[in-house]
């Protein structure tokens, strides 16, 4: 029936209007094709960049020194360039990096954070201006952790930012949250899109009502890829963003891409880097 109303309106009029027509006709088909509950095929793609269902690892300084990573197969995974703290780096990257590229996904990063050290100091800012001193320690870890990275991983394009309570973090949540925005601005005047990865309860703690609206990677919510679909379903999200990915650890944290939402990350084709 749907098929005879859109090739009608193809017949009655334009080019133009009949790819508005298609295009408007394309969801319900699709829904009517795959039924309630189903899921129609991927053509559009959740932030992570992965497509729904997809299971990969992410390792970093963890698993450094030395060589004994995930065995393959695996679809994709992530790789931390710090060495467990912000300004550093992590010794292991570029092994990893190479591990990583046995998937048939490429790999997206990601990046330690934390308040600035004490002494920290920027020509911008007094020694009294808090606020300022966080933004600009915020911005050039991320600069720091870009140029870490280097140019084997100049094509990536899909960075985390791990917020975690067992960092260094200020009393001050209004501070911490400008460390974060730092970071966020720093990595999206490189062209980089930014995801955070924490908790509804770490993150809250370290930056109160602080909402970039960024999507959520979130830990702790699944014991395996089998607890994917409600995971991403149920875990708390947090900053005003959508839950995206959720992680698991096994012998090594696990991690499951989950099906585009009806929000604002939704992207047509990956968003990575080539691998």
């Known amino acids: 029936m749907r098929g005879k109303v859109v090739y009608e309106r193809l017949r009655r009029r334009g080019a133009l209007a009949a790819l508005l027509v298609v295009l408007a006709a394309l969801p319900a088909a699709l829904a009517e094709a795959h039924g309630p509950g189903e899921v129609a095929p991927q053509s559009l793609l959740p932030w992570s960049g992965y497509e729904a269902g997809l299971v990969g690892y992410d390792i970093s300084w963890p698993q450094c020194p030395g060589s004994n990573f995930p065995a393959p197969p695996f679809d994709f995974a992530v790789i931390g360039v ?8 992590n010794e292991c990257f570029s ?8 998937a048939p996904h490429g790999p997206s990063l990601y990046l330690n954070t934390n308040s600035p050290p004490e002494g920290y100091t920027h020509a911008d800012c007094k020694s009294t201006e808090s606020g300022c001193l966080a933004y600009h320690y915020g911005y050039e870890a991320a600069t720091f952790a870009v140029k870490a990275a280097g140019a084997a991983a100049a094509g990536i394009q899909s960075y985390w930012l791990d917020v975690e ?8 949540k209004e501070d911490n949250a400008r460390v974060l925005q730092g970071f966020v601005d720093s990595l999206k005047g490189q062209g980089k899109t930014v995801g955070i990865y924490s908790t509804s309860y770490q993150f809250g703690r370290i930056a109160g009502s602080f909402a970039p609206k960024l999507p959520n990677w979130v830990p702790g919510v699944a014991h395996g890829p089998q607890d994917g679909p409600v995971a991403c379903r149920e875990a708390p999200a947090f900053g005003g963003g959508t839950v995206v990915m959720v992680q698991w650890t096994w012998t090594y944290d696990g991690n499951y891409a989950c099906p585009p939402s009806p929000g604002p990350y939704r992207v047509t084709g990956a968003m990575l880097g080539s691998s």
């Open 165 to 172: 309570t067992g960092n260094r973090w200020s009393e001050n």
């Open 95 to 102: 092994a990893q990096l190479a591990w990583a590229r046995q």
């Open 82 to 89: 710090n060495d467990g703290r912000a300004m550093t780096k």
